[in-house]
């Protein structure tokens, strides 16, 4: 079964650092776009970062911008969210999701049309 698992998540006080991982199960990551998403309870899903396929794109919404960093590994196994000077305002579910295909569109993430999502990993960050 092809999927993409991402862990890392947890509780953090403000200020704080969490790494999130997007690893592949079935398939590598080889060539594919990867995107990290993050819904909060009542608000819509937000695209917050993205690497292109050949890992020479990226992309930070301005409300991480400076704060967090995407990377991949070298194995292309697993692409991480580095996640710094966490504020409460970041507290959401974070997804992962991947396509061989180009998903950026007018300096945006797009949120639909990805091939495979993860399920989703909670952040929550509060003293």
């Known amino acids: 079964q092809l999927q993409l698992v991402e862990s890392g998540g947890g509780l953090v006080q403000p200020r704080g650092s969490l790494r999130l991982s997007c690893a592949a199960s079935g398939f590598t990551l080889n060539y594919y776009a990867i995107g990290w998403f993050r819904q909060a309870p009542g608000k819509e899903r937000e695209g917050v970062s993205y690497?292109?396929?050949?890992?020479?794109?990226?992309y930070y919404a301005d409300s991480v911008k400076g704060r967090f960093t995407i990377s991949r590994d070298s194995a292309k196994t697993t692409v991480y969210l580095q996640m710094n000077s966490l504020k409460p305002e970041d507290t959401a579910v974070y997804y992962c999701a991947a396509d061989p295909w180009k998903r950026i569109q007018n300096g945006a993430v797009l949120t639909t049309g990805w091939r495979y999502w993860g399920q989703g990993t909670q952040v929550t960050v509060s003293s």
């Open positions: 690497i292109s396929n050949s890992d020479d794109i990226t």
